[in-house]
């Protein structure tokens, strides 16, 4: 029986440039119904806060990442999402292949953050994307930021200032380019798996006499969220629960849900072969063919990925089923329309099938 978790994997605190405090963030978390977050300040790793928060009935998981760049580097790209190292790498990040190698070997995931980060010149916001494209040995990308969406939408200030007072009509979908990224990726046989994050700061900042927090934790802990099936339910115990959460991202056990528009919880992507059914992250002989079936919480535009190819469609959709033969990885979007537009809504990792 599997079950399925929610949580967020990136956010700031006062430890780098964020502006709430640990305590703060499990708030939030609680308020937004999530079951853990991580956090990941810039360039430290912050040991010793990892623990269940509770309130009243709610329990949420807070466990510390970092994100790692070489703050020597202009512009200051290629950051790193760094899981479960368990010690500082900050010292290895002016070589984002050596960053990546000292990761695993400490037995840490590595995503790379933000892979496209536009520059926001109005605000003085510099192109954070990652750029060495050549390493290997990463986990995979988080595919979908919050915050680089709303920076690509800061090209003047009246524009800003209405995203920064709806900020409900930010989120429409990853970057068409991290997407085909992704995809190139994947068609070159490389397992990349994907998650999504918030990049949540608080920062509260100011335009002429209008002051507004640019986002509060709790609005973004209900927007971007990671999904994470796990084999068995969180136990309250803060090692083995951090096990189960780690190894099926590791895997690729997850998918990106934007909750805003309507809760994703209840996802499901699977793929049955004659003898074995596999999920998200998985890998699959074919044989004599596929079938691959999908389900999601309420009616979508559900596509089905291979290749960089949008091999299917099915509108209004609560349920699809399709038999594949071909080998490749295999990923699902489903969209909504949400705010006046059909938006992104669910973005699965891939099932990879193999002849
Ligand atoms: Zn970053
Ligand atoms: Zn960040």
């Known amino acids: 029986m599997t079950h399925e978790i ?4 990136h956010m700031h605190t006062r430890y780098s440039d964020g502006h709430g405090r640990h305590e703060d963030i499990a708030r939030a978390a609680l308020d937004a119904d999530l079951d853990f977050v991580v956090v990941t300040d810039h360039n430290v790793w912050v040991s010793g806060m990892d623990n269940y928060y509770y309130l009243g009935s709610k329990r949420v998981l807070m466990l510390t990442g970092e994100e790692v760049h070489d703050q020597s580097r202009q512009p200051q790209k290629n950051h790193l999402l760094i899981y479960e190292a368990k010690r500082e790498l900050a010292q290895y990040a002016t070589d984002p292949q050596s960053l990546i190698n000292q990761a695993v070997e400490s037995g840490g995931i590595a995503f790379l953050a933000h892979p496209t980060d536009p520059a926001a010149p109005a605000f003085n916001e510099e192109d954070l994307s990652w750029v060495s494209w050549d390493v290997r040995g990463y986990h995979g990308l988080e595919l979908w930021n919050f915050m680089s969406e709303f920076k690509s939408l800061l090209s003047n200030k009246p524009k800003a200032l209405f995203y920064a007072y709806n900020p409900s009509m930010i989120a429409s979908g990853p970057f068409k ?8 990726l994947l068609s070159e046989g490389r397992k990349v798996n994907v998650i999504g994050g918030s990049d949540a700061h608080g920062t509260p900042m100011s335009m002429g006499p209008l002051h507004r927090i640019i986002f509060p934790y709790a609005f973004l802990f ?14 309250g115990d803060v090692q083995r629960d951090r096990e189960r959460i780690f190894t099926a991202i590791r895997r690729g056990h997850c998918f990106v849900g934007y909750d805003l528009p309507a809760s994703t919880r209840g996802f499901h992507f699977n793929a049955q072969g004659e003898h074995e059914d596999v999920s998200m992250g998985e890998s699959l002989k074919i044989r004599f063919g596929v079938t691959l079936q999908v389900r999601v919480p309420q009616a979508a535009s559900i596509r089905l990925i291979h290749a960089g190819r949008e091999l299917q469609r099915w509108d ?18 489903a969209h909504i329309p949400y705010r006046g537009k059909v938006r992104g809504w669910i973005y699965s990792n891939p099932i990879y099938l193999t002849n």
């Open 6 to 9: 929610v949580g967020n994997l």
């Open 177 to 184: 380019e991290v997407l085909s990224r992704w995809d190139q």
């Open 222 to 235: 209900r927007a971007i969220n990671t999904h994470v099936l796990i084999p068995e339910a969180l136990s």
């Open 316 to 333: 209004g959709a609560l349920t699809t089923v399709h038999t594949v033969t071909e080998p490749g990885a295999y990923r699902i979007e």
